[in-house]
């Protein structure tokens, strides 16, 4: 029940555990992941997440019991409208404090990579928490949909923001207009997923996945990462700009270390595991 955290080294691996609602988001749980991930970004002897949710789903989206229950607007406004809404000058670093999600972590900007390890559904805001983490590996029988079209509720988790980045805007308005149902192979060819894997592995191939990506010198893995979403959006010159100021310092702190090492012989001929 609730939420917990399962570390191997330097891999923190997620755990939403409400199997008896298929994962759906409460408060409680939001709130959990939230401190869970803010925790892991800052720990200084963690390096990659994986987030799964326990029990063959992993996230059915937000409790829909739970918004039953707004039915006047006053406890709308005080319980929605104005818990979430973004304060002025707001920012996405955990260090300062960034307005949580319905569904928890989706306005965190993380410092670290995080990796979906998707069993069964992940639809609707499930779907947005997916698409907040920067990989996702899916279960050959797993699933994505936007299903809250069915009831009116809109993506307010970065869904209409985060989809179009991943899968162009054709696509992404055919799932957000119609909530259609897309299978694991479907995800994989269209860039929804990286990964696909048999059922009931989704966990274990996303943690193989993350120790691999923590083997590596891990200043010059979060500059090349942070520089892919900063330079989304701007101009060629801009873009340079931005990676050349984020990643410059790489190259002495890390970058002049692994040459010595490849000097010496490790990891010649494009081998990654003696490096």
Known sequence: MGVRIEKQGPVWTIIHSRAEARNAMDTRSADEIYAAFTEFDRASDASVAVFWGEGGTFCAGWDLKLASTLTKKEDFERDMKHKFAFPSGATGSTHSSPPRGPMGPTRMELSKPVIAAIEGAAVAGGMEIALWCDCRVMAEDAY?????????????????????????????????????????????????????????????????????????????????????YETYGKSTRDGLQTEWNNSVDQVFDEGVQGATRFSKGRGRSGDFKDI
């Not at 307010?156 to 899968?167: F, S, Y």
């Not at 966990?203 to 120790?211: G, I, P």
């Open 144 to 228: 994505f949909g936007v299903y809250c079209r069915r009831w009116g509720v809109p993506l307010i988790d970065g869904g209409t923001v985060r989809l179009p980045r991943l899968v162009g805007q054709g696509r992404a308005l055919d799932l957000i207009l119609t909530g259609r149902r897309v299978d694991a192979v479907e995800a994989e060819r269209i860039g929804l997923c990286e990964r696909v894997t048999p059922k009931g592995q989704a966990r274990a191939k996303a943690e193989e996945m993350a120790q691999e990506i923590a083997r590596f010198p891990q200043g010059t893995m979060r500059a090349d990462r942070l520089n892919v």
